[in-house]
């Protein structure tokens, strides 16, 4: 009777384990997922990963990693979008697998002014998931555009053309005619020492090197650039200010002399931002012709297009 009664005892305790461990099973383990974030080094654009304001139509990216946390599998991938509290629509529905996922995906913001929310969800084949969200806010642009060709631009040493301009009118001026109108210069051209070609900003501290006297003007705009990623068929087809916004605007904006944007080539496409002070202007160009002068790079050449804001 002892032995039965220590079989029964040993009998219930086995099955408790077996019992628990069965339980730890089936709780869910969902999957470690997050927003990546900073710049995107291929694309030049922000990673978009909280509640953002942009203006309709725009372009963004959001990036994602993801890692199972029961051993099994991902199976799924879905982006979901719900404009003003209306229907949620599914945008991407993708079969995937592994135990870790990783993504880049470029999305275009809703065509109305309004608030959309976005919804990210993934899934592994125990039926774990995760989800990731956001709201988007987007306004109307209203500005038009200006579109300015032929644009010729010579070097710190050219006497002929000019170096500095004005996006405002494109205009360009000589050193002595851009001091008097500091306030509406927003950028210098030149081609020289460990920069090669590169357009500056009028407040960036390498233009002192090239035109001494700038350190003496009054007004000093710190107009900011980038490389938005855009081939010059694309820069021909931007035709309206929230196209220049979107491509201006998200992108990582820094000065040009210290990227590794210099060296020029024919097709090359920049985006910009002016001063605060200057209208805040968003735009982009492209550089359609190119003369360096390899004797004396002080009097190198380019010809660019521009298309700002009005």
Not at 73 to 98: H, M, P, Y
Not at 123 to 141: E, R
Not at 219 to 236: E, H, I, M, W, Y
Request: aromatic share 10%; charged share 15%.
């Amino acid at each position: 009777m002892k032995k039965l009664i220590y079989l029964l005892s040993t009998l219930t305790i086995a099955g408790l384990l077996f019992y628990s461990c069965s339980k730890d099973s089936d709780e869910p383990q969902p999957p470690t997922f997050s927003f990546k974030t900073g710049v995107n080094a291929e694309t030049g654009m922000n990673y978009i990963n909280g509640d953002t304001t942009l203006p309709t139509n725009s372009l963004f990216m959001v990036g994602f990693n993801a890692g199972s946390n029961s051993g099994k599998d991902f199976n799924n991938f879905k982006a979901l979008r719900r404009f003003e509290g209306g229907q949620e629509n599914i945008v991407i529905d993708s079969v995937i697998s592994g135990t870790s996922f990783n993504a880049n995906i470029i999305l275009e913001a809703n065509n109305q002014e309004g608030m959309e929310d976005w919804r990210f969800v993934v899934t592994d084949n125990n039926g774990n998931s995760s989800q990731l969200a956001f709201t988007l806010t987007t306004f109307i642009v209203t500005s038009d555009m200006v579109h300015f060709t032929q644009i010729l631009l010579g070097s710190s040493d050219s006497l002929a053309p000019n170096g500095f301009i004005s996006t405002a009118t494109g205009d360009t001026f000589s050193f002595i005619d851009a001091t008097d109108s500091a306030s509406i210069i927003d950028w210098v051209y030149i081609d020289a020492g460990n920069y090669k070609h590169t357009i500056l900003a009028p407040d960036d501290p390498i233009t002192d090197d090239y035109y001494p006297g700038i350190v003496d003007w009054t007004v000093r705009n710190s107009t900011k650039f980038s490389c938005p990623g855009l081939s010059s068929a694309q820069f021909d087809a931007v035709d309206n200010g929230t196209q220049l916004v979107v491509y201006a605007q998200g992108s990582n904006l820094t000065r040009l002399s210290e990227t590794e944007m210099g060296s020029f080539n024919i097709g090359d496409v920049f985006a910009f931002v002016t001063d605060v002070a200057n209208g805040s202007r968003s735009g982009i160009i492209k550089v359609t012709e190119v003369n360096k002068n390899f004797t004396n790079p002080g009097l190198s050449t380019i010809t660019i297009e521009i298309k700002v804001q009005e």
